[in-house]
């Protein structure tokens, strides 16, 4: 209630009251008072529903209208995680912001699980599941790859099969497990049965860019997935014998199935799908 009325710029009482009526001329009741708060009732969730879905749709049909058929401008807001916004799709998106001057890209980029749509017009990010609503379309395909210093290995040894890893020092993406790149850490499960207990985390962060500076800095070894500019100098990649077992992802582009007809939409897409030369 109180965000609501921050929103409306009106008072809570206010907000109470406009609910109020509301629910008198619908003749229902739409919330439930608890003690602390309030819930929907069966019938506010279909209302919800209703509301959502007509925001999206007005949403959807003005952004589309106002797009101007000999050119393409205003501005295009794409949703993703931190490493693909910064790094992945800097490689990506230079033809684009030079084919299309006028047209203003926004990155937003977010942790973990907190990608939603809703923010921007796209998202990059790994699929969406449970969402009817939305396109999701392939971006492309990535492995999860092991990599470390030349220092560490050269103090510590270098692997050549899985169990090898239980006595390494692994560094791992923290924040519960959750991984936006594809992985719940593989690596601490590598080469291991369904009945054996999982390696322990050396060093956890929940930043791919940091995971990289930590294994720069020597203090393991890493899961990475094979994105572009991962590799740096004074990294090498982890292979063990027989070849890591390979661990694929997408990564998908995402957008609401109202805007399928957006120009600057698919003109995005068409661009990070373009063959390099």
């Given at each position: 209630?109180?965000?609501?009325?921050?929103?409306?710029?009106?008072?809570?009482?206010?907000?109470?009251?406009?609910?109020?009526?509301?629910?008198?001329?619908?003749?229902?009741?739409?919330?439930?008072?608890?003690?602390?708060?309030?819930?929907?009732?069966?019938?506010?969730?279909?209302?919800?529903?209703?509301?959502?879905?007509?925001?999206?749709?007005?949403?959807?049909?003005?952004?589309?209208?106002?797009?101007?058929?000999?050119?393409?401008?205003?501005?295009?807001?794409?949703?993703?995680?931190?490493?693909?916004?910064?790094?992945?799709?800097?490689?990506?998106?230079?033809?684009?912001?030079?084919?299309?001057?006028?047209?203003?890209?926004?990155?937003?980029?977010?942790?973990?699980?907190?990608?939603?749509?809703?923010?921007?017009?796209?998202?990059?990010?790994?699929?969406?599941?449970?969402?009817?609503?939305?396109?999701?379309?392939?971006?492309?395909?990535?492995?999860?790859?092991?990599?470390?210093?030349?220092?560490?290995?050269?103090?510590?040894?270098?692997?050549?099969?899985?169990?090898?890893?239980?006595?390494?020092?692994?560094?791992?993406?923290?924040?519960?497990?959750?991984?936006?790149?594809?992985?719940?850490?593989w690596i601490l499960n590598l080469g291991k049965s369904d009945y054996e207990a999982s390696r322990e985390s050396y060093l956890e962060i929940n930043s791919l860019q940091g995971i990289i500076n930590a294994t720069l800095e020597g203090h393991g070894i890493a899961e990475v997935p094979n994105f572009p500019g991962v590799l740096r100098p004074g990294l090498v990649d982890v292979t063990l014998d027989k070849q890591n077992p390979k661990f694929a992802f997408d990564i998908h582009y995402i957008f609401h199935?109202?805007?399928?007809?957006?120009?600057?939409?698919?003109?995005?897409?068409?661009?990070?799908?373009?063959?390099?030369?």
């Amino acid at each position: 209630m109180t965000r609501a009325a921050e929103k409306l710029r009106i008072s809570q009482p206010g907000v109470s009251q406009l609910i109020s009526d509301l629910e008198h001329n619908l003749k229902t009741k739409l919330f439930d008072r608890l003690s602390r708060g309030a819930r929907l009732t069966p019938q506010g969730e279909r209302l919800y529903s209703h509301a959502k879905k007509m925001m999206e749709e007005h949403e959807a049909f003005e952004k589309v209208f106002y797009e101007k058929d000999d050119d393409i401008e205003g501005e295009l807001k794409i949703v993703t995680t931190p490493y693909l916004g910064s790094e992945w799709l800097m490689f990506k998106i230079k033809d684009f912001l030079q084919e299309h001057p006028k047209l203003k890209v926004r990155i937003v980029v977010r942790e973990d699980k907190d990608v939603y749509i809703e923010e921007g017009d796209v998202a990059i990010a790994t699929p969406l599941h449970h969402q009817p609503h939305l396109i999701q379309k392939r971006l492309a395909i990535f492995y999860m790859k092991l990599i470390s210093s030349p220092s560490y290995l050269q103090k510590y040894g270098t692997p050549t099969k899985s169990e090898d890893l239980d006595s390494h020092q692994l560094i791992t993406y923290g924040g519960g497990g959750y991984n936006p790149y594809g992985s719940t850490n593989w690596i601490l499960n590598l080469g291991k049965s369904d009945y054996e207990a999982s390696r322990e985390s050396y060093l956890e962060i929940n930043s791919l860019q940091g995971i990289i500076n930590a294994t720069l800095e020597g203090h393991g070894i890493a899961e990475v997935p094979n994105f572009p500019g991962v590799l740096r100098p004074g990294l090498v990649d982890v292979t063990l014998d027989k070849q890591n077992p390979k661990f694929a992802f997408d990564i998908h582009y995402i957008f609401h199935e109202k805007r399928r007809n957006s120009k600057k939409i698919n003109l995005l897409f068409k661009c990070l799908t373009k063959k390099e030369k």
